[in-house]
């Protein structure tokens, strides 16, 4: 069955309400059909995407002023809503939507999955030996991400070993590691070595040593010298994200463009006081903008007369 006929069969189910419009649209707002007028259109869309996360069988009922009319939005499936005016009683109008959301809410799931995206493909960049993050286990030294892929899995490992080894060396292990940055030579070129630790309960001393670590060809010293200090503060706001619970693959992804896009600067630009703070705050600021917007989607209310119920008692 395609989508037309999915469409076309929803519909005709939808005029034992007697509706007035009705419209069928997916979680981000777009249209599927839809008999309502196109100014109307914008205002349904922004309502949808707001309730967007709401269960499956759950709805919005809100009553239209001087009327006898109802509007309805109610899911249908994991991206689908169906939109109604009407003036039919609630109870029948939840019995069709739910009949219907049994009917065709798998056959539009099925027909509208959207096409998986291919995963993002980062760049190799020759100037990057390898951007690493390891940590300390049961059994020594462990890499757990690192970019460019392709990298060797033994050369990972002795990056990681020298990065947590020789540096770990010098602390006291009664106490937790302070968060430190080196230069150290590698046989594989110079690299920037930033070591913290992560808590975690099931690790030994209810936390475990981990390594960032920015492996640059020997003849890009200097470039790496002059970079230190912003390198420092990427590794910095790395380390974060990993206490953090982000995932170490994506991060390191992140980084290891961002070190390509620092190489890619003038020399010159690094030295201002005024470079120093925009680049990193530019790569903060992104994390910063989609923790907002995660923020905003939490509060879901099942329909809009409860939202307005708790707007009324803060008053």
């Not at 309502?47 to 009319?69: E, G, H, M, R």
């Not at 975690?200 to 960032?212: C, E, K």
């Not at 809009?304 to 009324?312: A, G, K, N």
């Amino acid at each position: 069955m395609e989508v037309k006929e999915v469409v076309y069969k929803i519909a005709n189910e939808l005029n034992e309400l007697r509706p007035t419009n009705i419209g069928i649209l997916n979680a981000d707002g777009t249209l599927i059909a839809s008999n309502f007028t196109e100014s109307s259109h914008n205002l349904i869309s922004k309502i949808v995407k707001q309730y967007a996360t709401i269960p499956i069988n759950n709805y919005i009922k809100q009553d239209l002023p001087n009327s006898n009319y109802f509007l309805y939005i109610y899911k249908i499936s994991t991206d689908t809503f169906i939109v109604c005016i009407t003036e039919t009683q609630e109870n029948a109008v939840l019995r069709k939507f739910g009949q219907i959301t049994r009917d065709y809410g798998s056959l539009l799931l099925e027909k509208l999955q959207p096409t998986p995206k291919k995963p993002k493909r980062i760049p190799e960049d020759d100037r990057i030996i390898a951007i690493t993050f390891s940590k300390t286990g049961d059994l020594g030294p462990t890499a757990v991400s690192w970019m460019p892929k392709s990298l060797d899995e033994r050369i990972v490992f002795e990056i990681a070993a020298k990065s947590l080894l020789i540096l770990s060396a010098g602390f006291d292990r009664s106490i937790d590691i302070q968060e430190s940055s080196s230069v150290l030579p590698f046989p594989q070129g110079i690299g920037m070595v930033y070591v913290f630790s992560v808590p975690d309960r099931r690790a030994r001393g209810q936390a475990y040593d981990a390594a960032i670590t920015v492996l640059l060809p020997k003849d890009y010293r200097k470039a790496l010298l002059e970079r230190l200090e912003l390198f420092e503060k990427g590794a910095r706001a790395l380390a974060d994200k990993i206490r953090e619970g982000g995932q170490p693959t994506h991060l390191i992804e992140q980084f290891y463009e961002y070190i390509a896009l620092s190489l890619n600067q003038k020399v010159e630009a690094f030295t201002s006081p005024q470079s120093q703070t925009e680049i990193p705050s530019d790569f903060e600021l992104k994390s910063a903008m989609v923790k907002e917007v995660k923020r905003i989607q939490v509060e879901h209310p099942k329909s809009l007369e409860e939202d307005f119920e708790r707007r009324r008692g803060r008053r």
